[in-house]
């Protein structure tokens, strides 16, 4: 997992952050180093600060074969206490010992370095336990082995044609698939450059100088507002985004100023990211690509039946290949995900077209409204709200209606602007049936770490 580290060692740095900067022996000597008092550990923790320490800390506990468990540094005491005793771990590495509650800290920055190396535990040793959260009750763990692991990022590797020339440039937190383990494993695994702003802002990108730019859609519409940050990007190889689907202006925006059009990716904590566009490939506004090597995916109906790749039926989204989850921690044990046929459901919606191209609907719980006898993704809606020039933010749900089932309801946030003029400027675009009923105007949308916005917050209100 982890021989990227060893060599090649020709690059001035393999780790920049806003407070250090450390060569790839530098980085293996500290984390060897850190990775001795993890000797016999079940599992550990880790305080996951956006820096340096974050980067040693999992670096040492994947060179020791722990497995790790990334503790949003933002989290409050109920969830931090879930977190340690859900996953039962013995450590926390942190330099903040009041941030381990009860369990014994371990300090991460410090004098001492190693050169002696652990020998590689075996590919399906757990490597990661990444909490997430679902529809009812706390959040669950998610047990990644280090064989996923190391298939994602290859497959990522050669659809993005990432090199150790590339210099990746990020500001993502350090505790989800996302920041960890594409925004830094990924660099250590493939021998780029990493350099971690510390907070992904227009200024930071811009005076990175990277080839390589990953972002969430809030950044890029941060970025895309921002056209001399977002022209300073141009020379870069590949802006990716993803965790949430990229709004189609925010696209056409980044298109325009830096001349190229974003790669957008999808996948979830389970499954690691299983389809993309590629680096020398075709850029669809609103779709994320084809499956990665070794991936297969398909969609049922709610039986369970295959459903035709036409472009236009939508379905649940199931995916195989593997970067799949090892399981679910339970008691102490590892609980084998429920597959069908191998087939892991996403519980995303979709649609696959007759030449393989994905688009997320969304989250089937949330973003297919069902309206009228009429089966309608939520995301086309809120990309047909988002050409009003008065609309800088949507988010469309399915509530309760007694005649229709479910009435397709947008918050909007943006401008002044009559609710009725939205409606009508839906259903100017889209079939009649497609446009929304009600219209809320809101200050903000619920959003998580990520940038995705909370809907079932919007439902529950």
Do not use: C
């Not at 675009?429 to 809907?455: S, T, W």
């Amino acid at each position: 997992m982890l021989t990227a580290l060893l060599s090649p060692d020709d690059l001035p740095a393999a780790v920049a952050t806003p407070e250090l900067t450390l060569a790839r022996h530098d980085l293996l000597g500290w984390a060897a180093h850190v990775a001795a008092d993890l000797a016999g550990a079940p599992i550990v923790a880790v305080h996951a600060t956006p820096g340096m320490p974050t980067v040693v800390a999992v670096t040492a506990a994947l060179l020791a074969g722990v497995p790790v468990v990334p503790v949003p540094p933002d989290a409050g005491r109920l969830e931090r206490d879930h977190l340690l005793r859900d996953s039962g771990a013995a450590l926390m590495l942190t330099d903040d010992p009041a941030a381990a509650g009860d369990t014994p800290a371990v300090p991460i920055t410090r004098t001492g370095r190693s050169t002696t190396i652990p020998a590689e535990p075996p590919p399906g040793s757990p490597a990661l336990v990444l909490y997430t959260s679902g529809t009812t009750g706390p959040p669950k763990g998610v047990v990644l082995s280090r064989a996923a692991l190391a298939a994602d990022l290859d497959a990522l590797a050669e659809a993005w044609q990432w090199t150790p020339a590339d210099t990746l440039v990020h500001g993502l937190p350090l505790y989800h698939v996302h920041g960890l383990v594409l925004g830094v494993l990924g660099p250590l695994r493939l021998g780029s450059r990493l350099v971690h702003t510390g907070k992904p802002t227009p200024a930071s990108y811009a005076a990175a100088r990277g080839t390589l730019y990953f972002g969430v859609p809030t950044v890029w519409s941060r970025v895309a507002a921002d056209p001399a940050a977002a022209r300073a990007l141009a020379p870069a190889r590949l802006l990716v985004s993803g965790s949430a689907p990229l709004p189609v202006p925010v696209f056409d925006d980044l298109l325009a100023l830096t001349g190229q059009a974003p790669v957008e990716r999808y996948g979830m904590t389970e499954t690691l990211i299983t389809v993309s566009a590629r680096a020398d490939g075709e850029r669809r506004a609103g779709h994320v690509g084809h499956p990665l090597a070794g991936i297969e995916t398909r969609l049922v109906d709610e039986s369970g039946a295959p459903l035709p790749a036409d472009g236009e039926t939508i379905g649940h989204l199931q995916v195989r290949g593997p970067t799949l989850l090892s399981g679910y921690l339970r008691d102490g044990g590892v609980r084998p995900p429920e597959l069908a046929g191998g087939f892991y459901p996403t519980g995303d919606v979709a649609t696959i077209a007759p030449d393989g191209w994905h688009r997320i609907v969304g989250r089937a719980s949330t973003d297919l409204i069902k309206t009228g006898g009429y089966r309608v993704g939520a995301g086309e809606v809120e990309d047909a709200l988002l050409l009003h020039p008065a609309v800088r933010e949507a988010a469309v749900v399915g509530l309760p209606h007694p005649d229709l089932g479910e009435q397709i309801t947008a918050f909007v946030v943006g401008d002044p602007v009559a609710p009725a003029e939205l409606i009508g400027f839906v259903a100017e675009r889209l079939a009649a049936h497609k446009r929304p009923r009600v219209v809320h105007l809101v200050g903000d949308l619920p959003r998580n770490a990520m940038g995705k916005v909370q809907k079932k917050r919007l439902i529950e209100d």
